[in-house]
């Protein structure tokens, strides 16, 4: 008995088979659709992002001295004066010679840190978490163990008074006051660092890092020809999330161990934005600095994708 058995329909070029539908609205990918699961998030950007930054431009072109006081329009005058100050090029040189300093020692620091950890020595699981700790300290207390340490009663004062070695004011003089603070942001920023970093260099392809091997290479020619040039992309980020802490966030070290002090040695712009406008009450200014570090903030990062960008 013959079995009759019907052929699906043959679809032609002409007539391809239309979106998958389920009841009524296609689940397709067309690119003219809006991603309507996207609008909280877009809302909250837009709210707690987008509008502090319209807000600050707008905040300095305003004289306003005083939030009891209302403001009034000021046009360029706050950019001026801004311009014309000498507490602010100190500002800017301070902030600078924190980033270009301190930057890329952690950097490079963090990388041979994180290169060490992926070599998986005895420990290594317990070195992660104890690289965490300097992240979990809050910053009063970091730097009551800093000031603890760097005063002229402190331990690094009395270690160098048993090796005969005269001691300073570590924060009170002019000419260590701001090393002092990079050495809080690198004790603060290196093993943070190092266990992101980590995370990217355990996904190098052991095969790559055997063949290397086999070449002859050493440790360090490993580290620097192999891990460095596959995880310089990922180093990139980790970079550029550094150097917004450091220009953004050192209001705190400064405020709590030097002041800005002595004189405006350690005045850095993120803690001069604060100065002016909760210490001086002239909010005008203070977000004029404030447009300064968004606009150095952008440019710094263009800097760091360019220099650490993927090149293989």
């Given at each position: 008995m013959a079995v009759l058995v019907e052929e699906p329909p043959v679809r032609s070029a002409s007539n391809p088979p239309g979106p998958v539908r389920r009841g009524s609205r296609a689940v397709g990918t067309g690119r003219g659709s809006f991603p309507t699961f996207a609008i909280p998030a877009l809302v909250w950007y837009g709210?707690?992002?987008?509008?502090?930054?319209?807000?600050?431009?707008?905040?300095?072109?305003?004289?306003?001295?005083?939030?009891?006081?209302?403001?009034?329009?000021?046009?360029?005058?706050?950019?001026?004066?801004?311009?014309?100050?000498?507490?602010?090029?100190?500002?800017?040189?301070?902030?600078?010679?924190?980033?270009?300093?301190?930057?890329?020692?952690?950097?490079?620091?963090?990388?041979?840190?994180?290169?060490?950890?992926?070599?998986?020595?005895?420990?290594?699981?317990?070195?992660?978490?104890?690289?965490?700790?300097?992240?979990?300290?809050?910053?009063?207390?970091?730097?009551?163990?800093?000031?603890?340490?760097?005063?002229?009663?402190?331990?690094?004062?009395?270690?160098?008074?048993?090796?005969?070695?005269?001691?300073?004011?570590?924060?009170?003089?002019?000419?260590?006051?701001?090393g002092a603070l990079i050495v809080v942001d690198l004790w603060a920023g290196i093993g943070y660092s190092a266990v992101l970093i980590a995370s990217r260099l355990d996904g190098v392809d052991t095969e790559v890092v055997q063949a290397a091997r086999m070449d002859g290479a050493g440790s360090w020619r490993l580290a620097w020809g192999v891990y460095w040039p596959i995880a310089r992309d990922f180093i990139g980020v980790v970079a550029m999330l550094q150097f917004l802490s450091m220009l953004f966030s050192s209001a705190q070290n400064v405020l709590l161990l030097t002041q800005g002090g002595p004189g405006t040695a350690t005045t850095t712009l993120s803690y001069l934005v604060y100065q002016k406008a909760f210490v001086d009450t002239d909010l005008g200014y203070s977000q004029a600095v404030g447009v300064v570090l968004f606009v150095l903030g952008l440019a710094g990062m263009f800097v760091i994708r360019r220099v650490l960008r993927k090149t293989h």
């Open positions: 709210l707690f992002m987008i509008g502090p930054v319209v807000a600050m431009i707008v905040i300095a072109f305003l004289s306003w001295p005083g939030m009891l006081v209302s403001p009034t329009f000021a046009g360029l005058d706050n950019f001026r004066v801004l311009f014309s100050d000498e507490t602010f090029w100190a500002a800017v040189r301070n902030s600078t010679v924190q980033i270009v300093v301190g930057l890329p020692i952690m950097i490079v620091l963090a990388f041979l840190l994180a290169f060490h950890v992926v070599q998986k020595p005895r420990g290594h699981k317990v070195l992660r978490y104890l690289l965490f700790i300097p992240a979990l300290i809050s910053a009063p207390a970091t730097a009551m163990m800093f000031y603890a340490m760097l005063n002229p009663d402190g331990l690094v004062n009395g270690v160098l008074a048993t090796l005969g070695i005269g001691g300073k004011a570590w924060l009170a003089d002019p000419a260590t006051a701001l």
